[in-house]
């Protein structure tokens, strides 16, 4: 009897190993395996696999080659991709999608391989239509889009022409037709609009030569793109490739013909090279708090918070810039801007960071010894001491500052349980714990609240509150360079913690 069950456990570990080393056997056949799209093979950062049969796809280099976007929340294991009007959010190891609000059952679960997100083909074909072959004689997935499609369209305003670009998945055949009454420049593209976002279906431009952009599926096989102008413009029709795109350019009259060069002005060319950085890089989005008409608080010497921080802003951006990391700012002057445009601007560079930069004060003249610095992430409930207090002051700018609570955290509820919260947290975190030590001020921790220049971010979103202006010592602390620059520094080196603590696996 012992001699059997020690067959049977003998039997089993070898059938184990058996199994290891062809798995491993087969896994390492994968390194050969080319994807190729529309004819053309990509460049991957890990090579495709196929498991009995079923083929995975390395998520970020497929998605965007279609033209599509990816975001990857690691710590819930949570990835979403969005291409033209579809969003479909998966989560590793579930074989379940979510399509624009609806939850479809996969075949096979998204994983990760060699430290990369790897898709299925299946999603792949709930985002766009597709043709798929797997010729293992020649290791090749081959995968066909159907039709090229608009990807997007973008608007170029320059003090002599505008210019609008459409963005291709490949190259096709177009027509032009110059219309009038109202005078406009039509532009036919033999493609498909199905994956063009919703948004960019009408663009407002509204500058000198142009009102707006409009397109529309014209015919089953056509796209109809028409720029309404605010006169009798030249034009000019010419596409690019690497990428494939069509260019409008809109000039005046009196500018010859030949003058305009059918290449990327160098303006352009800036704007794209910065673009494709963009996509390639951690982009970080500084909101300096307040600004114009809107002071921001002020402190027994007169120093106000929207100059002190539009400093420390600008020290920032340029600590951050020397290290290769590309910033914007939500404004490099003493200008107004909305507090509900400063969000939308991270969200529209498609940031990683977005830090709201702000000083502490309490109102009442008998609470002029708070001191120290805090750290707030988005929340629609307040946690922490003083936290209603902070929000309220920096919400006042907002058009929505007059609802009450429960309206309020109905607005910004829908975060709660975003991935980003998760995010937040941790860049909260490090950033609270550099501007202790560097500042040497009281540490006041970390706390949340429904902060409405949070509102709406997918990234990791922070507000700081650098120190109370209320109060005299720290008033006198804000005022120099030095301490400004002791700020800077350790935000800095906060947000690069972050970043090079990120996982990389997409």
Known sequence: MRNKRLNIIFIILFLSLLFFLTSQYCFAQQDDIKLKLNDTILKTNVSPVVVNGRIYLPARDIIESLGGRITWFPALKLLN????????????????????????????????????????LEVVQLLTEVESEWNKTTQEISITSHNPYITSIRSYSHTDKTRIV????????????????????????????????????????????????????FTPDTVR????????????????????????????????????????????????????????????????????SQPGAIGPGGLKE????????????????????????????DTDVTLENRPRMAMQKEATVFVSIHTNAVLQKSSSTAIGIETYVLNSRYIGASAKDVADRENKASQFYHY????????????????????S?????????????????????????????LKGVNMAAVLIEVGFISNPNEERLLKTPEFREKVAQAISQGIEGYLRNMPKNI
């Open 425 to 453: 947290l941790d860049l909260a975190d490090i950033v609270q714990k550099k501007l202790v030590q560097q500042t040497g001020l009281s540490n006041r921790g970390v706390k949340q609240a429904p902060f409405l220049v």
């Open 225 to 292: 793109v028409v720029s309404d102008l605010k006169g009798k413009y030249e034009s000019q029709v010419f596409d690019l490739s690497e990428p494939n795109r069509i260019v409008v350019d809109i000039f005046t009259p009196q500018k010859p013909i030949d003058a305009v060069v059918q290449t990327i002005t160098p303006q352009e060319t800036a704007t794209q090279t910065e673009e494709k950085r963009d996509e390639k890089k951690n982009i970080v989005v500084i909101d300096p708090g307040h600004g114009g």
């Open 166 to 217: 459409i963005d291709m998945s490949e190259k096709s055949s177009y027509e032009v037709l110059i219309l009038s009454n109202p005078d406009r420049v039509v532009v036919d593209i033999k493609a498909s609009l199905s994956q063009l976002n919703a948004g960019q279906q009408e663009v407002e431009v509204n500058d000198l030569l142009v009102s707006k952009v409009r397109s529309g599926q």
């Open 306 to 333: 929207k100059d002190v921080v539009l400093d420390i802003a600008l020290k920032l951006r340029k600590i951050l810039q020397e290290k290769g990391i590309t910033v914007y700012l939500t404004r490099e002057k």
């Open 404 to 423: 009450e609570d429960n309206v309020l955290n109905q607005i910004i509820a829908d975060l709660e349980e975003s991935a980003s919260i998760g995010f």
């Open 81 to 120: 991709l969005n291409l033209g009007q579809k969003k479909v959010s998966l989560v590793i190891d579930v074989p379940e999608a979510e399509i624009n609000g609806k939850k479809v059952p996969l075949q096979d679960a998204p994983t990760i391989m060699e430290d990369r997100v790897m898709i299925p």
